[in-house]
């Protein structure tokens, strides 16, 4: 019998949500196309218009604002392309913590490009936003995200709207994922354009959606169709934006429940912490989402630590999961200041909707495991911190006490 196995990076992706899959199974069902006018394109376009008001909703933004796309990274290429197209942009500022999906797409303009520096703990430092903002002439466009996706800190987006507003700069927010983790509002953070993807917050994988300030000039970077009210050609994903809409409603509904994950989050590193006092929660003195936890310990490797939790039934990752296929230095930990021999120990945890108290448990148990082989590798004996006094680590089998 196959031992049960424990999920614990829902920040690469989370469970696909019951209702997102009845959703997604029962427009299946549907044959019409939704720019079709008989009955059956009529059905399916009802079906589309009502995810788009769901996820407008989560967003705290209006349907006609919801473009929807293929998923985060399609939302992030279209955004910077409007940029530059049409709304004037000649210049880009990106945060030294951005996912890379919108560092390359900013890169990929060709647009002069400066990088926002960030504080120990991964905080967009809005003092040198404002230096950047008057270093160079012609309008600008920011890109700074509301929350990481490796250390989950939350940045102070609605200062820094408004520290480009105020030098008539455009500001662009990655809100990947902070959606049904974090309350959104489009409308009050005053961003003019916002990202969202739909398998973060339990849709199918396939389906996201740029959010456009209404009035805001755009110019489609998907051409050839009418879809999208001429802004993004090409047949609609009937199936995932139906799914993207039954978890925009359910995680909406869901919030104040979410938001408890920090009490598994929190008991997790205090247990760490009681057996391995040199472990490091990475930007954990910032705000941070309620799910997440960036770990490390100067004795652990991440690639052998991911490999023996693996084996062990769990699963977590070493950062975005978009850069994987091998474990390489994070960058953004590199933005933090974080030491190389820190940073390659580093793992990120992340709890989500069907996280259970026993899976923090499980993980505490087997990341300890690999701490203590490390440190007897490294001719540390239990018990000894690294200095060589006695105390620092507890026996593993008090882990649950």
């Known amino acids: 019998m196959t031992a049960k196995r424990v999920y614990m990076d829902h920040n690469a992706t989370t469970t696909l949500r019951p209702e997102a899959r009845a959703a997604a199974l029962a427009a299946m069902e549907v044959p019409g196309n939704p720019s079709s006018v008989h009955a059956e394109g009529r059905a399916a376009r009802a079906i589309v218009e009502k995810a788009r008001a769901e996820v407008a909703r989560l967003a705290g933004a209006k349907p006609a604002e919801v473009i929807f796309t293929s998923g985060g990274t399609e939302a992030a290429r279209t955004a910077f392309h409007a940029a530059g197209a049409a709304q004037g942009v000649t210049r880009l500022i990106v945060s030294a913590v951005e996912h890379e999906a919108v560092l390359a797409s900013a890169t990929a303009t060709g647009l002069p490009l400066d990088i926002l520096p960030v504080d120990g703990e991964g905080r967009a430092d809005l003092a040198a936003l404002r230096a950047l903002l008057a270093a160079r002439p012609g309008k600008a466009l920011v890109a ?26 455009l500001f662009l927010c990655d809100a990947v ?37 209404d009035g805001l000039p755009f110019a489609a970077l998907a051409v050839g169709g009418g879809q999208e009210a001429r802004r993004r050609a090409g047949s609609e994903n009937l199936v995932g934006i139906a799914g993207f809409g ?64 693996d084996l062990d039934g769990i699963a977590v990752s070493a950062g ?8 390489g230095r994070p960058r ?6 974080v030491s190389p021999d820190l940073a390659r120990a580093a793992v990120r945890v992340s709890f989500g909707w069907t996280s259970k108290p026993e899976d923090v448990d499980a993980f505490v148990k087997s990341w300890l495991r690999a701490y203590e082989r490390a440190r007897a590798k490294a001719g540390i004996g239990a018990g000894m911190n690294m200095s060589g006094n006695a105390g620092a680590s507890q026996p593993l089998a008090s882990v649950e006490s």
């Open 144 to 169: 700074l995200m509301l929350a990481n996706n490796e250390t989950g800190v939350i940045q102070p987006v609605a200062e820094a709207v408004g520290i480009a507003h105020e030098a008539g700069a």
């Open 177 to 213: 994922q902070a959606a049904g983790k974090m309350p959104l509002d489009f409308a009050a953070l005053g961003a003019d354009m916002m990202l969202l993807g739909g398998h973060k917050i339990g849709a199918p994988m396939g389906v996201g959606a740029l959010i456009l300030r």
């Open 246 to 309: 039954a978890a925009a409603r359910v995680a909406l509904d869901e919030l104040e429940t979410f938001a408890t994950l920090h009490l598994l989050r929190d008991e997790m590193e205090a247990k760490i912490a009681s057996h391995a006092p040199n472990a490091i929660f990475l930007g954990s003195s910032a705000e941070r989402l309620p799910n997440t936890s960036y770990i490390a310990a100067p004795e652990l490797d991440a690639e052998t630590l991911l490999m023996a939790l």
């Open 320 to 327: 975005a999961a978009c850069s994987s296929g091998k474990v």
């Open 332 to 337: 953004v930990l590199d933005a933090m200041g």
